[in-house]
């Protein structure tokens, strides 16, 4: 954490980047997103277990953008966004430095996208073992279970859409869901429709999500949305053998195509 | 159950299956009347929506069907459609919808025997399990929500 | 009319609340399955939690539900007939068990929904609506109810307010002529006051409301807005769980020949809450719409309707998911 604190305020004094983008421990005690123009205040940046919001997301908000050339504290899930935004064009590498953290911690040396594009590849890409877990125990219903599962869950859905805004990857300015020309999702919030949003914001990650289950950790309701996009990420390693965000010049899965793709379901 | 008549959606794209589905006709084949046939440009513009939106409307069934691999009018767009069938097959599996109700084919311009095989086979499939009514228990009940408090 | 305050026995507290659940919807939090608090329909009274500190839905739903239809339409070929909903459908219900910030936002819903033209949805909701309330015995760091001058016992928005004592029978306020006539058709489940102590949680009071609203004039350009909203990141959570926030959408849905016109919850974060037809959004940044959040409850409203937007419950902060505190940037607030 010393060394966070040192590297920021380095980069800060030097005028090499204007914003530092980490974690600092709110008033109750949980960490929660910071963003150090001041060099001065470079000591309020903490890294421990409580860190675990995926800070790419701020990489394409306007006002933060405004503020400036950025540092990013990341986490590897945070490295596997920033691929994936300069792979589908939103972000250019030269304009983010990357303060990359180790799963105990640590500060990582990431000098630019071909370290951190090594960095990735020799990681762990599945998903999180907690969340592999539910998924094996889903896995193991019967389809019918899973219905009423679903059910149940979804019908807990508020449509705040926070799970929408905490993904770094749903960056869309305007989501599918509020084109009313024709309606595809209802506006109310009831089960059948909330399920259809669900599916679609399932299937506009697939082969984009990069497991990092902020959709989930940002339910108000605490709805396990994030094994749906993590069920995908599974999917889609069986069927094409990669993992969305390792490489800045991948396209995203369900952009592309091998004409021999193989499937064993249509007649 | 016996007097049941499923209903069944086809998507299907202009080139192949809807010019397989003409052939059929002027082949003088007969195939089940229970389905009713959607033109698309391709199939990679049939979005998975727009299945939802079937189920949602009251389809016991759906057919998707399009050119074979290679035989795209557009190239490509079958084989895009492909990667997103099996990425929406998987999620709809994870989620408990019955995926035995939706027919995804190969159809080309000269294979009218073939889609009413496909049509045949669907809906003798669907006559056997029923009407959907999971589904559509979902959709009542939901607009039931709205009330509950009155 | 004049309050009175009585005693109920612990044992006579679930004879009540069966009785009342026998002949009338009772809405009363439990503890579901996920450890989340939630308010039901007629659990049973075991289920019944007399140990939360805050649902993680408020209970406004129940004056202003999440989905509510407006009228019901029918397009003939030439003209359309309108049905309008029936407002005498709408059963009694009785509220179990909120706390009192909950049910101190009644007011603050009704300044807004009553505040010129009657909504009758909600007029009609709220004459239908008994609040037994309870004081709270436990709170956390979240809570803030004395900063904008309630209390744990406040009996603001109560028919009856029960407040837990040390032997674990309950002090009931009787506050209402609806309060009342409960406690007068169960007249034998009461007994006269022992005088016992309450037992009542403390909440620090973290600022002073009043100081606030009165730097609020004046601060609609301050950086103090872009500075301490870069994290929020746009989601409608707090908006959702806030037992005060009013804000509805109003939708047409029609399915062949039939539809309704119904109205959803909405939020003032969202970026398009504001979208113009035209394309211009006067609030097109997410700073602008953190400065109209809380603006709006702790400016425009005691302005404009004599009452806070806020009761302290410190759900939009225990449910953020980047911890946008509102306590603390009230707390800020009231020094720029």
Same mark, same amino acid.
């Given at each position: 954490?010393?060394?966070?604190?040192? #590297?920021?305020?380095?980069?800060?004094?030097?005028?090499?980047?204007?914003?530092?983008?980490?974690?600092?421990?709110?008033?109750?005690?949980?960490?929660?997103?910071?963003?150090?123009?001041?060099?001065?205040?470079?000591?309020?940046?903490?890294?421990?277990?409580?860190?675990?919001? +995926?800070?790419?997301?701020?990489?394409?908000?306007?006002?933060?953008? +405004?503020?400036?050339?950025?540092?990013?504290?990341?986490?590897?899930?945070?490295?596997? $966004?920033?691929?994936? &935004?300069?792979?589908?064009?939103?972000? /250019? %590498?030269? +304009?983010?430095?990357?303060?990359?953290?180790?799963?105990?911690?640590? &500060?990582?040396?990431?000098?630019?996208?071909?370290?951190?594009? %090594?960095?990735?590849?020799?990681? *762990?890409?599945?998903?999180?073992?907690?969340?592999?877990?539910?998924?094996? !125990?889903?896995?193991? &219903?019967?389809?019918?279970?899973?219905?009423?599962?679903?059910?149940?869950?979804?019908?807990?859905?508020?449509?705040?859409?926070?799970?929408?805004?905490?993904?770094?990857?749903?960056?869309?300015?305007?989501?599918?869901?509020?084109?009313?020309?024709?309606?595809?999702?209802?506006v109310q919030s009831n089960t059948h429709g909330n399920m259809e949003w669900h599916i679609l914001r399932a299937m506009h990650l697939a082969g984009r999500c990069i497991s990092c289950g902020e959709c989930g950790r940002a339910c108000p309701v605490g709805i396990p949305c994030h094994l749906l996009t993590m069920q995908l990420a599974d999917e889609v390693h069986n069927y094409f053998k990669v993992y969305a965000g390792t490489s800045e010049k991948m396209s995203s899965v369900l952009s592309t195509f091998e004409p021999n793709d193989k499937e064993s379901f249509i007649i | 159950m016996s007097d049941f008549e499923p209903k069944v959606v086809a998507f299907v794209c202009n080139w192949c299956t809807y010019a397989g589905a003409d052939l059929t006709g002027t082949s003088r084949i007969k195939y089940a009347s229970n389905v009713k046939i959607i033109r698309f440009p391709c199939t990679g513009r049939i979005d998975f929506m727009l299945l939802l939106k079937a189920f949602a409307n009251g389809a016991d069934g759906i057919?998707?069907?399009?050119?074979?691999?290679?035989?795209?009018?557009?190239?490509?767009?079958?084989?895009?459609?492909?990667?997103?069938?099996?990425?929406?097959? =998987? &999620?709809?599996? /994870?989620?408990?919808?019955?995926?035995?109700?939706?027919?995804?084919?190969?159809? $080309?311009?000269?294979?009218?025997?073939?889609?009413?095989?496909?049509? +045949?086979?669907?809906?003798? #499939?669907?006559?056997?399990?029923?009407?959907?009514?999971?589904?559509?228990?979902?959709?009542?009940? $939901?607009?039931?929500?709205?009330?509950?408090?009155? | 009319m004049e309050t009175s305050r009585k005693l109920i026995r612990k044992q006579s507290l679930e004879k009540l609340y069966n009785q009342l659940s026998a002949t009338r919807k009772v809405y009363a939090p439990v503890i579901a399955d996920d450890k989340q608090v939630e308010f039901k329909y007629n659990p049973g009274f075991a289920e019944v939690t007399f140990e939360h500190i805050r649902s993680t839905l408020s209970v406004k739903n129940i004056a202003f539900p999440k989905v509510e239809n407006l009228f019901l339409y029918s397009n003939g070929k030439t003209e359309s007939t309108i049905t309008d909903i029936d407002l005498n459908k709408i059963p009694e219900v009785v509220l179990w068990g909120s706390h009192p910030c909950d049910n101190a936002a009644f007011d603050a819903l009704r300044s807004i929904f009553e505040w010129d033209i009657k909504d009758e949805f909600f007029s009609k909701r709220m004459e239908k609506l008994v609040v037994i309330g309870l004081s709270c015995h436990l709170s956390d760091a979240y809570c803030f109810c004395t900063s904008v001058g309630l209390a744990p016992n406040s009996s603001k928005g109560s028919d009856i307010?029960?407040?837990?004592?040390?032997?674990?029978?309950?002090?009931?306020?009787?506050?209402?002529?609806?309060?009342?006539?409960?406690?007068?058709?169960?007249?034998?489940?009461?007994?006269?006051?022992?005088? !016992?102590?309450?037992?009542?949680?403390?909440?620090?009071?973290?600022? *002073?409301?009043?100081?606030?609203?009165?730097?609020?004039?004046?601060?609609? =350009?301050?950086?103090?807005?872009?500075?301490?909203?870069?994290?929020?990141?746009?989601?409608?959570?707090?908006?959702?769980?806030?037992?005060?926030?009013?804000?509805? *959408?109003?939708?047409?849905?029609?399915?062949?020949?039939?539809?309704?016109?119904?109205?959803?919850?909405? $939020?003032?974060? /969202?970026?398009? /809450?504001?979208?113009?037809t035209s394309g211009h959004n006067p609030r097109n940044v997410q700073s602008a719409r953190w400065r109209q959040r809380i603006m709006h409850k702790f400016s425009y409203m005691p302005d404009r309707n004599q009452s806070l937007g806020c009761v302290g419950c410190g759900r939009c902060s225990s449910g953020c998911p980047v911890d946008m505190n509102i306590a603390e940037q009230l707390e800020a607030l009231q020094n720029i």
């Amino acid at each position: 954490m010393n060394n966070l604190i040192a #590297r920021a305020k380095e980069l800060l004094e030097n005028k090499i980047v204007q914003v530092i983008v980490g974690y600092e421990a709110g008033p109750t005690g949980v960490a929660r997103p910071a963003f150090i123009t001041n060099p001065a205040k470079a000591d309020l940046l903490i890294y421990d277990e409580r860190c675990v919001q +995926n800070l790419a997301v701020y990489l394409t908000k306007p006002e933060v953008r +405004n503020l400036g050339k950025m540092a990013i504290v990341a986490t590897l899930p945070v490295m596997r $966004s920033i691929m994936m &935004l300069i792979s589908e064009q939103q972000i /250019f %590498a030269d +304009n983010i430095i990357v303060l990359g953290v180790s799963s105990d911690g640590s &500060l990582l040396d990431i000098a630019d996208i071909k370290v951190m594009q %090594a960095y990735i590849e020799k990681s *762990d890409l599945g998903n999180p073992v907690k969340d592999r877990a539910l998924l094996v !125990e889903l896995n193991k &219903l019967s389809k019918e279970e899973r219905f009423a599962y679903w059910q149940k869950e979804l019908s807990k859905c508020i449509k705040c859409y926070a799970c929408r805004q905490a993904c770094p990857l749903c960056y869309c300015t305007r989501c599918t869901v509020e084109v009313n020309q024709p309606q595809w999702i209802p506006v109310q919030s009831n089960t059948h429709g909330n399920m259809e949003w669900h599916i679609l914001r399932a299937m506009h990650l697939a082969g984009r999500c990069i497991s990092c289950g902020e959709c989930g950790r940002a339910c108000p309701v605490g709805i396990p949305c994030h094994l749906l996009t993590m069920q995908l990420a599974d999917e889609v390693h069986n069927y094409f053998k990669v993992y969305a965000g390792t490489s800045e010049k991948m396209s995203s899965v369900l952009s592309t195509f091998e004409p021999n793709d193989k499937e064993s379901f249509i007649i | 159950m016996s007097d049941f008549e499923p209903k069944v959606v086809a998507f299907v794209c202009n080139w192949c299956t809807y010019a397989g589905a003409d052939l059929t006709g002027t082949s003088r084949i007969k195939y089940a009347s229970n389905v009713k046939i959607i033109r698309f440009p391709c199939t990679g513009r049939i979005d998975f929506m727009l299945l939802l939106k079937a189920f949602a409307n009251g389809a016991d069934g759906i057919i998707v069907s399009g050119c074979h691999p290679n035989d795209c009018h557009y190239t490509s767009g079958n084989f895009h459609a492909k990667r997103r069938w099996i990425m929406f097959k =998987e &999620l709809m599996d /994870f989620m408990g919808v019955d995926m035995n109700r939706i027919t995804f084919s190969w159809v $080309s311009a000269a294979e009218g025997a073939k889609w009413a095989d496909v049509v +045949n086979t669907t809906v003798t #499939r669907l006559r056997e399990m029923g009407p959907y009514v999971s589904y559509r228990d979902l959709v009542n009940k $939901s607009v039931e929500e709205e009330v509950k408090n009155e | 009319m004049e309050t009175s305050r009585k005693l109920i026995r612990k044992q006579s507290l679930e004879k009540l609340y069966n009785q009342l659940s026998a002949t009338r919807k009772v809405y009363a939090p439990v503890i579901a399955d996920d450890k989340q608090v939630e308010f039901k329909y007629n659990p049973g009274f075991a289920e019944v939690t007399f140990e939360h500190i805050r649902s993680t839905l408020s209970v406004k739903n129940i004056a202003f539900p999440k989905v509510e239809n407006l009228f019901l339409y029918s397009n003939g070929k030439t003209e359309s007939t309108i049905t309008d909903i029936d407002l005498n459908k709408i059963p009694e219900v009785v509220l179990w068990g909120s706390h009192p910030c909950d049910n101190a936002a009644f007011d603050a819903l009704r300044s807004i929904f009553e505040w010129d033209i009657k909504d009758e949805f909600f007029s009609k909701r709220m004459e239908k609506l008994v609040v037994i309330g309870l004081s709270c015995h436990l709170s956390d760091a979240y809570c803030f109810c004395t900063s904008v001058g309630l209390a744990p016992n406040s009996s603001k928005g109560s028919d009856i307010l029960l407040s837990p004592l040390h032997n674990g029978d309950y002090q009931a306020d009787i506050l209402t002529e609806k309060g009342a006539s409960i406690v007068n058709s169960f007249s034998e489940l009461f007994e006269s006051t022992s005088g !016992e102590e309450v037992v009542l949680t403390t909440v620090k009071q973290k600022f *002073d409301h009043e100081k606030v609203t009165s730097k609020l004039n004046g601060a609609f =350009e301050h950086p103090f807005w872009v500075e301490n909203s870069l994290r929020c990141i746009g989601c409608g959570a707090c908006a959702y769980v806030c037992p005060t926030c009013a804000c509805f *959408d109003i939708q047409d849905e029609t399915r062949g020949k039939n539809g309704k016109r119904y109205r959803s919850w909405d $939020s003032c974060g /969202f970026s398009m /809450f504001t979208l113009h037809t035209s394309g211009h959004n006067p609030r097109n940044v997410q700073s602008a719409r953190w400065r109209q959040r809380i603006m709006h409850k702790f400016s425009y409203m005691p302005d404009r309707n004599q009452s806070l937007g806020c009761v302290g419950c410190g759900r939009c902060s225990s449910g953020c998911p980047v911890d946008m505190n509102i306590a603390e940037q009230l707390e800020a607030l009231q020094n720029i």
